[in-house]
């Protein structure tokens, strides 16, 4: 009996994806960035028993939204920002992924570090029906005849996301224009189990010579290193010990005894969205704290949050775009 690989090629090749066999989430062959529909036959016939097949996204015009996270919650308010699409997988963890159109959107491993999201549009990914780690890829939204009537993604750029400059990442390898804000990341973490400055210094070294498509220079892992020691020293270091939610006491004092809506609203909202647009639509009512709000409940504190200046709308709600997308005005009230 063919194996899951021999037996979905051919159904992907009539949709004109070339697919390769995948071997504990790696593929199993060489080129398979290039590789065309007469090279996805020869796979085939080579790798008759696999199980796991994936395909490359950029060659097929594919964007994938990777939601690393099994909270569907997660996903439908990334479909919301993002937009919708007929394609939905559950992958072989339980997570999810949303494939789109692609409008020359590049490979972006968290482009918001606060979100369990990628967005991969080059390199590959595994596709449904493979054997996962789990359970089975699976086709959870539509179906491998939708795939010429994939939509583009929404471009909703992420404030802190580190540009990508020059290069094009290979597998999981940090690209250049994100090597600073990843080095620093993994030092102001690894800097907790040090216990001098040259302990720090040599795993940001191996970090820089295993994990960069082209590492840093020495001189600029040094002051990497240096800057992430002074943050532990004078105690400003957060890193390790869970994210936070901040309110300075003028917010606390005009919010908290006189709103306690609006401030719950708020305090949600910066725990989910702290440095990036947000749409805080009516499904929201559902999950606010104490068993769910009405939606009245919930629209009544938005607009408290909207006339008080602390978020404003910068796209009106549209059938094309979706709920009205927001953002936070100067972070105070």
């Known amino acids: 009996m063919a194996g ?5 090629q051919p159904q992907y090749a009539e949709a004109g994806i070339a697919t390769f066999p995948v071997r504990d989430k790696r593929p199993a062959v060489k080129g398979y960035l290039k590789a065309g529909l007469k090279a996805s036959d020869q796979f085939r016939d080579k790798f008759p ?4 097949f994936g395909f490359a996204c950029r060659p097929h015009g594919i964007t994938v939204l990777d939601i690393d996270d099994t909270d569907e919650r997660l996903l439908w308010d990334a479909l919301s920002e993002f937009g919708p699409t007929p394609i939905i997988v559950r992958s072989g963890s339980g997570n999810h992924q949303a494939w789109y159109r692609s409008n020359g959107e590049k490979r972006r491993i968290r482009p918001d570090p606060d979100r ?18 789990k359970q089975p890829y699976e086709l959870i939204q539509g179906s491998l005849a939708d795939l010429g009537g994939l939509p583009r993604m929404r471009r909703i750029e992420a404030p802190d996301a580190p540009p990508v400059t020059t290069g094009e990442p290979s597998g999981n390898l940090t690209p250049i224009g994100q090597r600073n804000d990843v080095l620093w990341r993994f030092c102001m973490a690894k800097v907790r189990a040090c216990r001098r400055i040259d302990e720090l210094m040599e795993a940001a070294k191996q970090t820089n010579q295993t994990s960069f498509y082209e590492p840093l220079p020495d001189s600029e892992v040094l002051r990497v290193v240096a800057s992430a020691w002074s943050k532990q020293l004078s105690g400003e270091n957060w890193f390790g010990e869970g994210k936070r939610v901040a309110f300075s006491h003028e917010e606390i004092d005009a919010l908290l005894f006189t709103d306690p809506d609006a401030f719950a609203l708020l305090t949600i909202l910066r725990r989910n969205h702290w440095g990036r647009q947000f749409v805080a639509a009516n499904a929201m009512a559902a999950i606010m704290p104490g068993g769910g709000w009405t939606i009245k409940r919930l629209a009544s504190a938005r607009k408290s949050l909207e006339s008080r200046g602390v978020i404003e709308v910068i796209r009106a709600a549209s059938t094309y775009h979706g709920p009205t997308l927001y953002q936070f005005k100067g972070g105070q009230i």
Do not use: R
């Not at 369990?116 to 780690?133: C, M, N, Q, R």
């Open 4 to 8: 899951i690989f021999a037996s979905w």
């Open 49 to 52: 028993d696999d199980d796991a």
């Open 116 to 133: 369990p999201i990628d967005i991969l549009g080059d390199g590959f990914v595994v596709a449904p029906p493979s054997t996962g780690k």
